[in-house]
Each structure stands twice: as C-alpha cells, then as structure tokens.
C-alpha cells in the first residue's frame, strides 16, 4: 500500500485504456450560496444559479485541450472520497473536506471504473495552477454544456446535473423479505445487506429515472453494531423504533425501501416516495452478478 501505487493505466476491455491501477476518482464540487446550498433531503439535481469547479486540461494530457473535473488514480489503500479531495487539492489548490457529500456516482468498464464523488460547499475559494491545467475554474451550471468537454465528463454530465435521490432501507424489513437464514444471526445477516449496498449505489436508477448517490441504511435492535466502509452508504443505528427514525428524517428527496404499509404511509406523508424490498433486491442481483 505505497503513495501513488495507483499510478498506471489499464488495458481494458472496452478497448481503450484507463489511468489509475484500481480505477480513478474526481470531484464534482458544487457551489450554492447561503440557504441554498444541497441537502440530501431535498427535490435534487444541480440549480441553474449553481457553479461547479471545472478544470482545462493540459495539452500533454491524455484528453489534452479538454474541460473535465479534477480527479486521477486511487491507490490501493483510498476509497473513492479520498481520492477525489486529495486529487482537487493537488490540482486546484482547493480543500474540499468539509464539503457537504451529496453522493457519487459511478462508470463502470468491463476492467476499470471512474467515481465522480458529488459534494456541496458554501466556500468558493479561489483555485490555483499546477502542470496538469491550462486554467481552473467556478462556472456557472448553464456554461457547461457550451465547453469541449472530456469525453467522459461529457457523457456522464446528463446524470451528475440531473435528479438524484437518497435511498433509506429499512434493514429489518427488507432483510425479513429473502429466506437466506436471516433469522439464525439478525446481526450478520444485516451486516450482508448492508455489504451488498455497494454495488447499488453510484450505479442504480429509481423507478422515476433518478439517480441512487446515497444510501442511509436504518438498523435496530440486534443489528445496531454493523458498519458501512462505503462513504456513500451510511448506517444509522435507531435509539428506538426503525421506523420512528426513518420517519422522522425523511425528506421529498429520498425513496424508502419497505414493504410496511404504515411506514410506506408516514414516509409517504413527508413527501417520500416507496418501494418495495423486492425491487432493491433484484437490483443488488443484478450488479452483483457476473
């Protein structure tokens, strides 16, 4: 686990090559002043009086010429937020840490990913140089579009600019909808389904065409002690009821996964949408799948 063991590209099998051993990361931060700044609990996706910081691309640089987000190779021992804040220090001079995380979202390839890490600041600081960008700089969300972009921003630009959700699963419940022995270890079988949320997040559309950047995974009881080492995927662990908490904190902006009826009805009187455990399921399956 060495600093920059990340650094080198990867043959992929899409037929192009990528920068970054295990994969690369960048940060699309977004700047809204005073009581507009993003809240996960609110109707989501970037307001057009929003800026976000952008950076040219050096000419030597593979994509040279082009507006993308600063970002580059993770090494072996960062998760992907790591990555995208020490990369927009390194590159812009700006430290994002105390940034407020929206979410990410992901791009995969058949041999390598890029995580573009999604956060929200009231700070916008001013940018520097380094060899790696012809400029860096604020620009207004209206602007973008307008630019040579990377090719990989360009494609991934419809879905970090348009709607997104929090997804918050009520653990017991949907962990309750599967026979895989649940019931033997309450505890274990809540720390799989949490495990397995990673491969959702980042990757999963709702059923309306938002995008699925972060997950609040609700637990109670016996399974108060599981964990999450995904940044996007947060576990809160209920002083009570499971379903008092999710009640309490949702929000127009998020989707409840649940297949409780009264819950479904509390969530849905604080402008919460809802689905049902099977629907989380199947998309666990799928991008657990080969």
């Known amino acids: 686990m060495a600093v920059s063991d990340g650094n080198g590209w990867v043959e992929c099998g899409c037929g192009s090559r990528h920068w970054g051993r295990f994969g690369a990361a960048g940060l699309l931060l977004i700047h809204e002043s005073g009581s507009d700044v993003a809240r996960h609990s609110e109707p989501a996706g970037l307001k057009p009086t929003s800026a976000v910081l952008l950076q040219h691309r050096a000419t030597w640089s593979h994509e040279g010429g082009t507006w993308g987000l600063p970002g580059g190779a993770r090494d072996s021992h960062e ?115 949490v495990d397995e949320l990673a491969a959702v997040v980042g990757r999963t559309l709702t059923p309306d065409g938002a995008l699925v ?36 904190t949702v929000g127009s902006a998020d989707l409840v996964v649940t297949a409780d009826r009264e819950l479904g009805e509390r969530v849905a009187a604080a402008g919460a949408s809802v689905v049902g455990p099977q629907w989380l399921l199947h998309r666990i399956a799928a991008a657990s799948g080969p």
């Open 213 to 248: 950047t972060l997950i609040s995974a609700v637990v109670e009881g016996e399974a108060s002690p599981v964990i999450s080492t995904h940044p996007a995927v947060l576990v809160t662990a209920a002083d009570g009821s499971a379903d008092d908490e999710i009640a309490a």
């Open 79 to 193: 998760d992907v937020v790591t990555t995208a804040l020490r990369e927009t220090w390194e590159e812009t001079g700006i430290d994002a840490a105390s940034s407020a995380l929206l979410g990410i979202h992901v791009t995969n390839h058949p041999s390598w990913s890029y995580t573009t890490v999604l956060m929200s600041t009231r700070l916008q600081g001013d940018p520097r140089l380094n060899r790696e960008s012809i400029q860096v700089r604020w620009l207004p969300v209206a602007d973008v579009e307008d630019l040579p972009l990377h090719p990989g921003f360009a494609a991934s630009w419809p879905r970090l600019s348009g709607s997104r959700v929090r997804l918050v699963v009520d653990v017991a419940n949907v962990m309750g909808s599967r026979a895989d022995g649940w019931w033997r270890d309450r505890a274990l079988a809540a720390q799989r389904l």
